[in-house]
T-cell receptor, first 115, second 112 residues
Framework: DAGVIQSPRHEVTEMGQEVTLRCKPI?????LFWYRQTMMRGLELLIY????????DSGMPEDRFSAKMPNASFSTLKIQPSEPRDSAVYFC?????????????FGPGTRLTVT | DAKTTQPNSMESNEEEPVHLPCNHS???????IHWYRQLPSQGPEYVIH???SNVNNRMASLAIAEDRKSSTLILHRATLRDAAVYYC?????????????FGTGTLLAVQP
């Protein structure tokens, strides 16, 4: 299995631009998570989906952030408009939600720099 | 969510055992203890989890106190590749939620 795939790996954009981060979860996994990591705030859960349905988006910073999961094999995290304080590493993770398996598998992350 | 407390950093020598402590005095009966680690420039990876009994796998061992208010992750022989941030997380199993809340973790340095 290829693991969780994220693209792009690095993104540099100017303030005010729209940014779209992409994630392909592991096949067969039915839960998907978006995290953000910064030195100041550590690793924060932004939103997660079960069976393509958003369950908890309480970690989404503000209305500039939105996430979608149109099908079981693809999710996006969009920031519009982007700001310098959005600079961070964004991780996507997936898991098979069952009574016997709760491990989350993380992707390599997207390093976002907003200038 | 119940909180965990870990030392900010620890040091170990290569080939020696490492004991990483975690305090979770407000743990509830339905909380499992999970450990993840994050190697430099990578996403976190699952290490081990347990409820009440000690657990072993190919990566590590987890020793859980009888009152469950603390636990220890044991790396039996540290290697340079084990240098990472180790996160101890309490997680409720069951229900609609299966999210993880990461704390600050312990930064483990391994000296050759």
């Amino acid at each position: 299995d290829a693991g969780v795939i994220q693209s792009p790996r690095h993104e540099v954009t100017e303030m005010g631009q729209e940014v779209t981060l992409r994630c392909k979860p592991i096949s067969g996994h039915n839960s998907l998570f978006w995290y953000r990591q910064t030195m100041m705030r550590g690793l924060e859960l932004l939103i997660y989906f079960n069976n393509n349905v958003p369950i908890d988006d309480s970690g989404m910073p503000e209305d500039r952030f939105s996430a979608k999961m149109p099908n079981a094999s693809f999710s996006t995290l969009k920031i519009q408009p982007s700001e310098p304080r959005d600079s961070a590493v964004y991780f996507c993770a997936s898991s098979r939600r069952s009574a016997f398996s709760y491990e989350q598998y993380f992707g390599p992350g997207t390093r976002l720099t907003v200038t | 969510d119940a909180k965990t407390t870990q030392p900010n950093s620890m040091e170990s020598n290569e080939e020696e055992p490492v004991h990483l402590p975690c305090n979770h005095s407000t743990i509830s009966g339905t909380d499992y203890i999970h450990w993840y680690r994050q190697l430099p420039s990578q996403g976190p990876e699952y290490v081990i989890h347990g409820l009440t009994s000690n657990v072993n796998n190919r990566m590590a061992s987890l020793a859980i106190a009888e009152d469950r208010k603390s636990s220890t992750l044991i790396l039996h022989r540290a290697t340079l590749r084990d240098a990472a941030v180790y996160y101890c997380i309490l997680r409720f199993h069951g229900g609609a939620t299966n999210k993880l809340i990461f704390g600050t973790g312990t930064l483990l340095a391994v000296q050759p």
